[in-house]
């Protein structure tokens, strides 16, 4: 989440300080730290003084029509109307698949879109002109920008070099399985299109630590560790050491490769003026790097820039090691959220909703959790294929818009829509249709902005029917109670603080209204398998 400027010192300070191999302490401080701070923390996620929105601007498929940028542009100030405070946008540099790539296929960091390499000008998004255009025009409707950069590994190399390396076993790069031999891998990147500019350096074999490639044996999937080379620690330790993920791995060790990612870093907010980052497959990558990483490009621009990583895992431990060792420096994604929302979307009237934000970042560090309903890798279709069924987004959306904790994060196809087809996992070819729910998007941001304030009281209490309560502060008194259910239609006595005030869902699915008692309680409702946002008029 974005964390204001008068706390982020703070919070990084407290986490620096504790050892990370000690996890209750680290939980135990940090909690402290969110309670000294939350209040104002809430108040300025998104870099304003409301409750920050984040919305990811793009899916998997969003057509490579190179128009994303100047539908950022031209949507800028109705997004801002509907309560977005943020927008992640896709990989901005040239990818190895040219228009084709969503931009994980990272090729050339400084070409935005601006010289003729991997057969396009543009990108899949637009070019350069259009991306700075795109910012400008956020910004001024008062909408901060989070690039999304990945520096994990390079790809589409520009000629080839035969060097020496070892083969690992792809289930556990620890383990070598056979002889140091000579291979010829794609790891010259010299840049054609672009030359010098920007930037000089030419990208070679030691720049980085291993590849799955060998022109010598063409279909041949083995990875291979350079020799004299070792893959970098302090990154999840699935597979032995799951530093290699795709292409030519970053060796991150390197001298050459950390000053030009720093320097990089510098020419892309001199150029852009993005206002934080979203950073990609960082459990691959070493896990102290980002920490020079943000401190240096904080110290270059005298700003304090939002930072999300993306480490998928469903382990707490790993996410908790993380932000400890990180210095607090990184929020994450709520990943184990995403599959509570996703087995309860699966299993309905047989989820028990209790448990709904059990073992969650939301749950237990819930300054740090970047929280999401779907994303680009789990839509349907794609790597980490785990959607949240259409039923339950309303509800799932409810839960990440409308409580206090937790930074919110609005997938692109589920306000927009998508329509595309690909191949799934068995080789067939799949046509998929993802609702649009951005009327029901639109109501639960209003609400946000409106009520979303105050303490919180929660009902948890039975399995299919949970509700809570935001009581208001000073600056925003009215109430609000969201009352939602997994099975058939619910009710349930909460109070809202609120003596003998009128209520109405603002979801429109119940028409009367609700009518508190001289105590501030009522009676909320809602439909069965759906939810009710009763806010007070």
Known sequence: MAIPNNVSRRLRQAAADLSTALLPQIRNRVDQVIRDSFDQIVQKRGGAEINGVMMQYFHWYNAPDSSLWNQVRDRAPELAQAGITALWLPPASKASGGKSDVGYGAYDLFDLGEFDQKDTVSTKYGTKAELIAAVHAAHKAGIHIYADIVFNHKNGGDAKEVIRAIPVDAHNRSQDVGAARDIKVWTHFYFPGRGDTYSSMQWHWYH???????????????????????????????????????????????????????????WFMDTVGVDGFRLDAIKHIQGDFFNHWIDHLEAYTQRDLFTVGEYWTES?????????????????FDVPLHYNFHRASKQGSGYDLRRILDNTLMQQQPVFAVTFVDNHDSQPLQSLESPVEDWFKPLAYAVILLRREGYPCVFYADYYGAHYKDKGRDGNIYEIWLNSHKDMLNKLLQVRHHYAYGDQYDYFDHPNVIGWTRLGNDAHAKGMAVLLSNGKDGHKWMEVGKPNARFVDATGAIAQPVHTNADGWAEFRCKGGSVSVWVQQ
């Open 316 to 332: 707490l431990d790993a996410l908790h090691w993380y932000i400890g060792y990180t210095g607090g420096r990184v929020s994450l």
């Open 208 to 266: 980085f630590d291993g590849v799955n490639h060998n022109m010598f044996e063409p279909g041949n999937e083995a990875i291979y560790r350079f020799e004299g080379k070792h893959f970098d620690q302090n990154v999840e330790l699935k597979l032995g050491n799951y530093d290699f993920l795709l292409g030519c791995d970053l060796d991150m060790e390197q001298e050459q490769v950390v000053g030009e990612l720093k320097y990089w870093g510098e």
